[in-house]
């Protein structure tokens, strides 16, 4: 589900296979999110949950809750987030501390920078091995979040180490990407005028341009391993985004690749 209000935001209703169980992701606009859900669904929900504190994901927290009282929903719905700064919090997880939805594994994978408070939620069903993360305002579909709390260090860590490894390589190109927004057309335009500027330069790019030119939703199209072969603030040593970022010779810390990259794209 999807609204303009902000900046083309993303709610997910993640469920388990038999449709009892659900977490509701970042449900902000709950006056468009209800109607948008079935009955059953509405029932299903075991907790609304927040990828970070900003109101664009968290400001229907409690609007919500009060939708499924009125609705005589009897068991206690638990809002799980990163801080008490998301409204009404009740349940603040651990980096990397586990939860079970169903027949469904998630693992809460903390990723400051973005906010202090941001999580990506790493699902797994372990009968058909199928795959998600929701990365909130971490990564996007072909770059990453403002560092609004943090620093190029911190997203380093977080979507270099935090997010490749709290996933695990042998389930990156089973991963599929869900993330806070729809920014995937920016982005490309980001990376063909400052990274790979041709065609043929990054075959992976390629394919991502031509799905995001002909879809308006790209949300759970694209894996971690794609990621890997075209994010550039995921790619922060290939000779190709550091002469984007002016250093010519592959000398820089990786924390100020990151940091000129992100500041070239706010400059867009
Ligand atoms: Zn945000």
């Keep these: 589900m999807r609204w303009n209000t902000g900046g083309v935001n993303y709610c997910y209703l993640l469920s388990s296979q038999d449709k009892l169980n ?3 992701i970042d449900p902000a606009e709950s006056d468009e999110v209800i109607p948008n859900l079935t009955s059953s669904e509405r029932q ?33 719905v638990k809002i799980v987030a990163g801080s008490k700064s998301s409204p009404d919090a009740t349940e603040l997880p651990e980096h990397l501390q586990h939860y079970k939805l169903g027949n469904l594994d998630i693992t809460c994978i903390r990723t400051p920078c973005h906010t202090v408070d941001s999580i ?9 091995n199928e795959q998600c993360i929701f990365t909130g305002d971490t990564l996007f579909i072909g770059g990453c979040g403002r560092f609004f709390e943090g620093n190029g260090v911190q997203m380093d860590e977080a979507l270099n180490e935090r997010i490749i490894h709290g996933v695990g390589e042998p389930n990156w190109n089973l991963t599929r990407v869900y993330p806070g927004h729809e ?6 335009k980001f990376i063909r005028e400052y990274v790979y500027q041709e065609l043929g330069e990054n075959e992976a790019l390629d394919n991502l341009e031509k799905y995001a030119d002909k ?6 199209e694209f894996t971690i391993d794609d990621e890997l072969k075209y994010n550039p603030f995921m790619r922060l040593d290939d000779p190709l ?3 984007a970022v002016g250093d010519d010779d592959s000398s820089w810390k990786r924390s100020k690749v990151m940091e000129t990259l992100r500041k070239l794209k706010n400059s867009m």
């Design 120 to 128: 990506c939620y790493h699902v797994k069903d372990p009968e058909t």
């Design 44 to 76: 299903s929900i075991k907790a609304i949950v927040n990828t970070h504190h900003h109101y664009d994901h968290s400001d229907g927290n409690m609007s919500m809750i009060n939708e499924l009282k009125q609705e005589g929903k009897r068991f206690v």
């Design 22 to 24: 659900s977490w509701l």
């Design 183 to 188: 920014y995937t057309k920016s982005n490309v």
């Design 215 to 220: 879809h308006e939703m790209t949300c759970g």
């Design 241 to 243: 985004v550091r002469k």
